[in-house]
């Protein structure tokens, strides 16, 4: 069974602080990598996708693949209040038929 | 641009009725999804269509059938709901499998 694991939260982060979201899976074969963002009873909407071990950069969002270590992370800087949601990570690879294999959210509060 | 249309947003059921949720996306996408998100259990994939004229069973399929119309629309059906059944569906479309989903508003429904 195809698995990926994230705190299911809440993490409360204050105003302007980093925040930071992980996630780990247990295919190695993976290849492809998401985080997506959801606000309440709304669907989900991509924030980043990474391909390669490293850092990508978007924003205020940085991503982080360490494929050795099956760990993918996102980082958000100065976080907003209005990036209070639940955050969820999405993996593909060749194993899973390159199927999203989601992890359940990590609900995140930024406190003004 | 409209991306992934959903109909209808939301429907109540009595069990034993049918009915179909539509799906269409104007991304010239290749591959679409639906998916079913319950609470505390992240989003789980019922069908998919890597291409036009190709269905494909997903994590949870049983109780639901699906049809690639073309390559825009993707219709999800229930042919005798059930109260387990009541869940928020949500149809996704990607340029192909290797790349990243989006996901249309959501269909919320409720069978009693």
């Known amino acids: 069974q195809k698995e990926v694991e994230q705190n299911s939260g809440p993490l409360s982060v204050p105003e302007g602080a980093i925040a930071s979201l992980n996630c780990t899976y247990s295919?190695?074969?993976?290849?492809?990598f998401f985080w997506y963002r959801q606000y309440s009873g709304k669907s989900p909407e991509l924030i980043m996708s990474?391909?390669s071990n490293g850092d990508k950069e978007d924003g205020r969002f940085t991503a982080q693949l360490n494929k050795a270590s099956q760990y993918v992370s996102l980082l958000i800087r100065d976080s907003q209040p209005s990036d209070s949601a639940t955050y969820l990570c999405?993996?593909?690879?060749?194993?899973?038929?390159?199927?999203?294999?989601w992890g359940a959210g990590t609900k995140l509060i930024i406190k003004p | 641009n409209a991306g992934v249309t959903q109909t209808p947003k939301f429907q109540v059921l009595k069990t034993g009725q049918s009915m179909t949720l539509q799906c269409a996306q104007d991304?010239?996408?290749?591959?679409m999804y639906w998916y079913r998100q319950d609470p505390g259990m992240g989003l789980r994939l019922i069908y998919y269509?890597?291409?036009?004229?190709?269905?494909d069973k997903g994590e949870v399929p049983n109780g639901y059938n699906v049809s690639r119309l073309n390559k825009r629309e993707f219709s999800l059906r229930l042919e005798s709901a059930a109260p387990s059944q009541t869940s928020v569906y949500f149809c996704?479309?990607?340029?192909?499998?290797?790349?990243?989903?989006?996901f249309g508003q959501g269909t919320r429904l409720t069978v009693v």
């Open positions: 999405a993996v593909k690879g060749v194993d899973s038929n390159y199927q999203l294999i």
């Open positions: 295919d190695r074969g993976s290849q492809s």
């Open positions: 991304m010239n996408h290749n591959s």
């Open positions: 996704a479309s990607s340029e192909s499998v290797n790349t990243e989903a989006f």
């Open positions: 269509s890597a291409s036009e004229g190709t269905t």
């Open positions: 990474i391909y």
